[in-house]
């Protein structure tokens, strides 16, 4: 089963409003959680890196005050995409390692912002 | 950063072998990994390798030599459901992952 859970599975929000996207590690504690996006017919990009405790690392291009990203606690972190617009839509994945080989996805967020 | 290249598409037939390959220049390596995904779905991991050779895995092999910055994906007796976007992705020493554009393999009967 999924050891990283991710939700909501797909959203449509109107231009301008807030989504807020969990991804749960279910067995293991995730101290670091990668956060990429995925545009149609294109590869995953890291947008940032998550730490539980610190702040957020931002790839470049990647404006942190448009993807905030909280990891509060060793199992949960969490990406909100705020005053979103419809350029945002995308699919949205994070990623956690267990152990040091084991990196796995959670299930994905479509994301579309009409 | 990482510059990762894999061919676009890729078509076999059923029961038949295909071999996917990866050249990567990186600015440090940690690893590389193949993953399955399917359209509109999270990717799923296939293999691990860090250091040169084979790893073999059921239908599936990788391979990998670091002096060239070589890999490929060896996928046997094909089947159906092996139609899926196969993406080669190179880990630096801050475990981030870097991944191809992927590969479409199509499968047909």
């Known amino acids: 089963g999924a050891v990283v859970s991710q939700h909501p599975s797909w959203v449509i929000c109107k231009s301008g409003t807030s989504v807020k996207i969990e991804c749960r590690s279910l067995d293991f504690q995730a101290t670091t959680m990668f956060w990429y996006r995925q545009f149609p017919k294109q590869s995953l990009m890291l947008m940032a890196t998550?730490?539980?405790?610190?702040?957020?690392?931002?790839e470049q291009g990647v404006e942190k005050d448009k993807f905030l990203i909280n990891h509060a606690s060793l199992t949960l972190s969490t990406l909100t995409v705020t005053s979103a617009h419809p350029e945002d839509s995308s699919f949205y994945i994070c990623?956690?390692?267990?152990?040091?080989?084991?990196?796995?996805f959670g299930q994905g967020t479509r994301l579309t912002v009409v | 950063g990482q510059n990762i290249d894999q061919p676009t598409e890729m078509t076999a037939t059923e029961g038949a072998i295909v071999q996917i390959n990866c050249t990567y220049q990186?600015?440090?390596?940690?690893?590389l990994f193949w993953y399955q995904q399917h359209a509109g779905e999270a990717p799923t991991f296939l293999s691990y390798n860090v250091l040169d050779g084979l790893e073999e895995k059921g239908r599936f092999s990788s391979f990998l030599s670091r002096s060239k910055g070589y890999s490929y994906l060896l996928l046997k007796e094909l089947q159906m459901k092996d139609s899926a976007s196969y993406l080669c992705a190179v880990r630096d020493g801050d475990y981030k992952l870097s991944f191809g554009a992927g590969t479409t393999v199509t499968v047909r009967a």
């Open positions: 990623s956690s390692y267990r152990g040091d080989t084991e990196a796995f």
């Open positions: 998550s730490n539980e405790g610190s702040k957020a690392t931002y």
């Open positions: 990186t600015s440090g390596f940690n690893g």
